[in-house]
């Protein structure tokens, strides 16, 4: 039956070895339609069919999870046939050669070390990871670098660079952090040539010193300074004296206020010193 092969067919490898297959039913296939996937993976392999297969919302064969693929300089081999109680469904294949649909990781071990005396930085990596090539030679990096308290804006520095492992970065400003990204692609070799995914970004340079960090000590010196200028002019003009008063000392009424008091003290013991010896002379007498 015309229209009933799947459409839209499409492969990626990504994460190194897995591989995730897509289609769509084709518009013709009557309804109760189901797709099975057969795949080679080289002329000298048998025939596998899928084991994980992805559905849609009515239990229809959609598309196939791959795990541990490993990519071949050869041509893999994809089958999807159907079946269906209403007619014959027709049958879709396709010969792909895997390294051209591989999603390449990103670089690895990305460092960034500046010299603080030149500015420069020196930016190495190690080529992503694959499953199947291990030459330097074989891959091409596209470099990013844009400011951190800004990293939607304006690219600051983009180069690309075909075999090598490291670049050096003229820092235009020392004082400033920037965010490093990274991806890579196949610039020979079974290589993909597409672009593959962004590293994640890595930070480097020096932090731009915060307004509260250096506003509150300002502010501190400029207290102190208002303060000592204000002390320095009371000294010259006077209104320290009037500002704080001089204490004053006690009146001399207060000292006499004493002397009285000790006048009074002796006027009473020499009374009491009389009775005392008249009683004792009536004792005597009594004796």
């Known amino acids: 039956m015309d229209g009933s092969a799947i459409e839209n067919f499409s492969c990626v490898i990504y994460t190194i070895s897995l591989m995730n297959c897509t289609w769509q039913a084709g518009k013709d296939a009557p309804g109760d339609t189901q797709y099975f996937l057969y795949w080679q993976s080289s002329r000298y392999d048998k025939a596998m069919e899928c084991e994980l297969y992805i559905k849609d919302e009515n239990g229809r064969n959609t598309g196939c999870r791959f795990q541990n693929v490993t990519i071949m300089t050869e041509k893999a081999y994809f089958l999807v046939n159907g079946s269906s109680k209403v007619s014959l469904i ?171 008091n000790s006048e009074l003290m002796e006027s009473k013991i020499p009374s009491i010193t009389s009775e005392n010896e008249e009683i004792t002379l009536v004792a005597d007498i009594v004796k």
């Open 90 to 260: 027709q049958f879709y294949d396709e010969y792909i050669q895997l390294y051209k649909i591989e999603k390449l990781m990103p670089p690895s071990n990305i460092t960034v070390n500046c010299d603080e005396i030149k500015n420069g930085c020196i930016i190495q990596w190690q080529r992503p990871q694959t499953s199947h090539s291990n030459k330097d030679k074989c891959f091409k990096y596209e470099l990013d670098i844009r400011y951190k308290d800004n990293p939607e804006g304006k690219i600051i520095y983009t180069s690309i660079q075909d075999g090598e492992n490291s670049q050096i970065f003229p820092r235009p400003n020392t004082r400033r952090t920037y965010l490093l990204k990274m991806r890579a692609a196949g610039s020979a070799c079974f290589v993909s040539p597409f672009w593959g995914e962004w590293s994640a970004p890595v930070k480097f340079g020096n932090e731009v010193i915060s307004s509260s960090v250096w506003i509150l000590p300002l502010v501190g010196v400029a207290t102190l300074s208002v303060a000592i200028v204000t002390v320095l002019s009371c000294k010259r003009t006077g209104c320290w004296k009037v500002a704080f008063p001089k204490i004053p000392e006690p009146k001399k009424a207060f000292c006499g206020l004493l002397d009285t």
